[in-house]
């Protein structure tokens, strides 16, 4: 009996996993405001109470689409402290450009105003993290403006980049950003 339902929640799962794909597939192409829970469930192929039996509304689809960074983020800095600083970094550039890619596509309507109120108090209590974490690379004053330094080049540097390339980041932008972070980090004064 327990096999049935180990599969049931595997297959819900990836329902799940399904629509939030398609939704912020749909979100990138009509906008958030331009697209129907109709517009999702008939791009899945199913009915519309077949999606609100995984979610009570599009509004809920769309914080859905926002904690999976965040949570992905929060694992990484979970365990932060031993962790080799080039990882945080890194993870820094990721989450930052899916971030914001998901909330350049559902940031701007009215209806999700508490849900980017969260995403904002929270990541501001995983920057912190991920900033302590680094600055134990580093002994005193000196290793916490470092750390500030290695985080502002990955996060900011990664929103720049964005700004002005078209959304994406190519591997060698990921890379330089990575690099310059690092040499934020261990520059020595």
Avoid: C, W
Avoid at 51 to 79: C, M, V
Avoid at 147 to 176: F, I, M
Wanted: aromatic share 4%; glycine share 12%; net charge neutral.
């Amino acid at each position: 009996m327990a096999e049935p339902r180990r599969r049931a929640g595997r297959d819900a799962a990836e329902t799940r996993g399904r629509i939030l794909a398609v939704a912020q597939s749909l979100f990138a192409e009509r906008g958030y405001a331009g697209t129907s829970v109709a517009d999702i469930a008939g791009r899945l192929g199913t009915s519309k109470a077949a999606l609100y039996y995984h979610f009570s509304s599009k509004s809920e689809i769309a914080q859905a689409l926002l904690a999976g960074p965040l949570e992905a983020y929060e694992r990484l800095t979970a365990g932060a402290a031993g962790r080799p600083a080039e990882d945080l970094l890194a993870a820094v550039i990721a989450t930052t450009e899916e971030l914001h890619e998901l909330v350049g596509v559902i940031g701007g309507d009215p209806s999700l105003q508490s849900a980017r109120g969260a995403l904002v108090s929270r990541s501001r209590e995983i920057n912190e993290a991920v900033v302590a974490a680094l600055a134990g690379e580093g002994p005193g004053r000196a290793g916490e403006v470092r750390a500030q330094a290695a985080y502002a080049v990955a996060k900011n540097g990664t929103l720049a980049l964005l700004a002005s390339g078209g959304g994406r980041l190519s591997p060698s932008d990921r890379a330089e950003l990575l690099a310059a972070a690092v040499r934020a980090l261990t520059a020595t004064g």
